[in-house]
């Protein structure tokens, strides 16, 4: 025989079971919505944190100031003539060899911006955020250039290769080695 309570009470116990059972749908889909903002909050790439406005203004203050000469260049033919010569700017640590002429709005002729690395190896650069069409020059560890990039289009991204193992990257205004007839196997001195 049958009670009629332990009935109810078995019956009871399925509703229960059922009413979590319908319920743990909800609970995991909220849990699984809380980790997937969490994950937003913490690997935004839009998010600005205060070390990324930091280096914003030293970036747009560098750019409002323009050119600060920390050197001079000068461009020779492979027998020794000189060619021209331009006050430079170096780059010669990781934050500046990043910065670059990002942000530049405009840059004399005579003027440009010399990268030195520690080792020569194949370089590549870019155009992000770079508004001044410019030459590239690569130039190995004797001074020679390797590879010339001329009129390169502004605020691009694509990786513009040096094609040979350098150590030296110069930049200058677009047009710069056409005018000067500036050629792969010229040679390059520098002075701080």
């Not at 025989?1 to 749908?25: E, F, T």
């Not at 410019?134 to 289009?153: F, G, Q, S």
């Not at 605020?155 to 694509?158: D, K, V």
């Not at 005018?179 to 500036?182: A, E, F, P």
């Given at each position: 025989?049958?009670?009629?309570?332990?009935?109810?009470?078995?019956?009871?116990?399925?509703?229960?079971?059922?009413?979590?059972?319908?319920?743990?749908?909800i609970?995991?889909?909220?849990?699984?919505?809380?980790?997937?903002?969490?994950?937003?909050?913490?690997?935004?790439?839009?998010?600005?944190?205060?070390?990324?406005?930091?280096?914003?203004?030293e970036?747009t203050?560098?750019?409002?100031?323009?050119?600060?000469?920390?050197?001079?260049?000068?461009?020779?033919?492979a027998?020794?003539?000189?060619?021209?010569?331009?006050?430079?700017?170096?780059?010669?640590?990781?934050?500046?060899?990043?910065?670059?002429?990002?942000?530049?709005?405009?840059?004399e002729?005579?003027q440009?911006?010399?990268?030195?690395?520690e080792?020569e190896?194949?370089?590549?650069?870019?155009?992000?955020?770079?508004?001044?069409p410019?030459?590239?020059?690569?130039?190995?560890?004797?001074?020679?250039?390797?590879?010339?990039?001329?009129?390169?289009?502004i605020?691009?991204?694509?990786q513009?290769?040096?094609?040979?193992?350098?150590?030296?990257?110069?930049?200058?205004n677009?047009?710069?080695?056409a005018?000067?007839?500036?050629k792969s196997?010229?040679?390059?001195?520098?002075?701080?």
């Open positions: 025989m049958v009670n009629l309570r332990d009935k109810q009470k078995s019956s009871s116990k399925i509703q229960s079971r059922y009413k979590k059972s319908r319920q743990k749908p609970i995991y889909l909220t849990l699984l919505l809380l980790v997937v903002m969490i994950m937003f909050v913490l690997y935004n790439p839009n998010r600005q944190d205060r070390r990324s406005r930091q280096t914003v203004n970036i203050q560098k750019a409002a100031t323009g050119f600060t000469r920390e050197g001079e260049l000068r461009f020779l033919k027998d020794s003539t000189e060619v021209t010569a331009i006050d430079i700017e170096i780059a010669d640590d990781d934050y500046r060899r990043e910065l670059g002429l990002m942000y530049r709005r405009q840059m002729q005579h440009g911006m010399l990268f030195i690395f080792e190896d194949y370089r590549s650069f870019w155009m992000k955020n770079t508004y001044l410019l030459d590239i020059l690569y130039a190995d560890a004797t001074k020679r250039i390797v590879r010339i990039h001329e009129n390169v289009p605020l691009n991204e694509e513009i290769p040096s094609d040979y193992p350098a150590k030296y990257v110069i930049e200058v677009a047009g710069f080695c005018l000067h007839n500036i196997g010229d040679l390059f001195t520098f002075s701080r």
